[in-house]
């Protein structure tokens, strides 16, 4: 069986490791040919997780077509904002009932539609499109280390395919009915780690970053009910699991972003010229405005850390605003 893998950053990279170690032949689809090229002569990622070599199975390629040539499914992994004009890229070779799935996390920018129903705009038939996300940071998946994560979609054949495909003993999928809850949930854990990382970064302690990662469930829970989906996702993989995964592990980008640059007066350019890697809570904290106008859901630190990254916001000038906000039922709006 062949699985194509669009994208060839950490995340995509793991992922084909994961496919290829059960012996499913993975095409892997890169923009740069040095990146191509060290995988089909070194076995190994020249840019990203440049320290595992991957299995014999897992090839590259910079051609859209050659990667999903023959595929039986397709897995795409670029960044968010890339989302609509990766499936512009590859609809042109895909079958009509080829089963896909999306692994990147956002919401895209000015329309607000979650990332599986951009694909499913713009290559049709949505029952064959589905999400995968998860507790999963790629430095330890791709070493086989014990991660798990979620599959969800619309169409239970499609995630029932994708659970299956995924699964191995040492990394365990399950299925789940709520997309919108899945999506949002990925979207908002990488603008919380933002902020647990400039809380650290400000030298606040574990307790502050605890009321964090507590009071972006609820403000993901909000969003998650006003859009149609189901609050309960957000205490599962998706939700809770990423959420604290992204936001306690100095493996997490958007905790590191935050911590280590925003909080140390840097930029997001700083950032991404040094690592050549996305940060997605930044992009997630300007997208999710849009929904959160659309249904009239607070969103307090997710307004705040968008002020802090866009706008240049004074850090504790901000905090204090936090601070001074009435007090609420915990849980209200869900």
């Known amino acids: 069986m062949k699985v194509a893998v669009i994208g060839a950053g950490s995340w995509g990279t793991a992922l084909a490791q994961v496919l290829?170690?059960?012996?499913?032949?993975?095409?892997?689809?890169?923009?740069?040919?040095?990146?191509?090229?060290?995988?089909?002569?070194?076995?190994?990622?020249?840019?990203?997780?440049t320290g595992s070599v991957l299995s014999e199975n897992v090839g590259c390629t910079t051609s859209v077509?050659?990667?999903?040539?023959?595929?039986?499914?397709?897995?795409?992994?670029?960044?968010?904002?890339?989302?609509?004009?990766?499936?512009?890229?590859?609809?042109?070779?895909?079958?009509?009932?080829?089963?896909?799935v999306v692994c990147s996390k956002g919401?895209?920018?000015?329309?607000?539609?979650?990332?599986?129903?951009?694909?499913?705009?713009?290559v049709g038939n949505a029952g064959?499109?589905?999400?995968?996300?998860?507790?999963?940071?790629?430095?330890?998946?791709?070493?086989?280390?014990?991660?798990?994560?979620?599959?969800?979609?619309?169409?239970?054949?499609?995630?029932?395919?994708?659970?299956?495909?995924?699964a191995t003993e040492k990394f365990r999928t399950y299925a789940s009915d709520d997309p919108v809850g899945v999506e949002l949930c990925g979207a908002f854990k990488?603008?919380?780690?933002?902020?647990?990382?400039?809380?650290y970064g400000m030298g606040y302690g574990d307790n502050t970053?605890?009321?964090?990662?507590?009071?972006?469930?609820?403000?993901?829970?909000r969003m998650v009910s006003a859009c149609g989906g189901n609050a309960m996702t957000c205490m599962g993989l998706a939700g809770a699991g990423d959420m604290v995964v992204t936001c306690m592990s100095r493996h997490s980008r958007n905790r590191r972003f935050g911590q280590d640059y925003i909080?140390?007066?840097?930029?997001?350019?700083?950032?991404?010229?040094?690592t050549h890697m996305v940060v997605e809570g930044a992009v997630a904290c300007k997208t999710l405005e849009a929904l959160s106008v659309a249904h009239g859901v607070e969103l307090p630190l997710t307004d705040a850390v968008r002020e802090i990254v866009w706008n240049g916001g004074d850090l504790r000038e901000l905090a204090r605003e936090l601070?001074?906000?009435?007090?609420?039922?915990?849980f209200y709006g869900i």
């Open 128 to 166: 064959r499109i589905a999400v995968l996300s998860g507790p999963t940071h790629a430095e330890e998946v791709v070493e086989g280390q014990p991660s798990a994560t979620v599959v969800a979609g619309t169409g239970e054949g499609t995630v029932l395919f994708f659970r299956d495909l995924f």
């Open 323 to 330: 601070f001074a906000r009435p007090l609420k039922s915990e």
């Open 263 to 274: 909080a140390c007066g840097k930029t997001l350019d700083d950032f991404e010229s040094d």
């Open 107 to 122: 919401v895209e920018a000015g329309s607000g539609l979650l990332l599986t129903q951009v694909v499913a705009e713009v």
């Open 209 to 221: 970053a605890a009321l964090l990662i507590t009071r972006g469930l609820a403000e993901m829970g």
């Open 65 to 100: 077509e050659q990667a999903l040539c023959g595929a039986q499914a397709a897995v795409l992994v670029t960044p968010s904002r890339y989302i609509r004009s990766t499936a512009e890229m590859v609809a042109p070779f895909l079958a009509a009932d080829t089963p896909v």
């Open 20 to 49: 290829g170690g059960k012996g499913l032949h993975v095409s892997m689809w890169a923009r740069s040919s040095v990146v191509a090229d060290g995988v089909n002569r070194d076995h190994r990622n020249p840019r990203y997780l």
């Open 190 to 199: 990488n603008v919380i780690a933002i902020a647990v990382g400039i809380s």
